[in-house]
Structure formats: structure tokens, C-alpha cells
């Protein structure tokens, strides 16, 4: 899909785990989850 969209963008997080977001999953992984929220609020405040 990313692709296909104009100005889309595809990011691929280390690890195998979904949850590596979910503090209290074993496949947490702070850097990563920081990386994700940081990408996240920056992708929001382009919305505005």
C-alpha cells in the first residue's frame, strides 16, 4: 500500500512481537515504542 498511496511511509519496528507497545506484554520494547509515539504525534500534528 505504501507503494501505491503518494507520500505514504512504511515503518517496520524490530522484533517479531505486535504488542511491542504493551508495557506488560513480553514483547515490549521501549525504544521502539518511543520511536512509535514520537512518529505518531508527529503524523497528528500535520493533520491540523
Not at 505504501?2 to 512481537?17: D, H, K, M, S, V
Not at 512509535?36 to 491540523?48: G, K, S, Y
Amino acid at each position: 500500500m505504501a507503494r501505491e498511496i503518494e507520500g505514504a511511509e512504511l515503518f517496520l519496528y524490530p522484533g517479531a512481537g505486535h504488542l511491542f507497545a504493551d508495557a506488560g506484554s513480553v514483547d515490549y520494547d521501549e525504544p521502539a515504542t518511543e520511536l512509535l509515539m514520537r512518529r505518531t504525534l508527529e503524523f497528528l500534528a500535520r493533520l491540523d
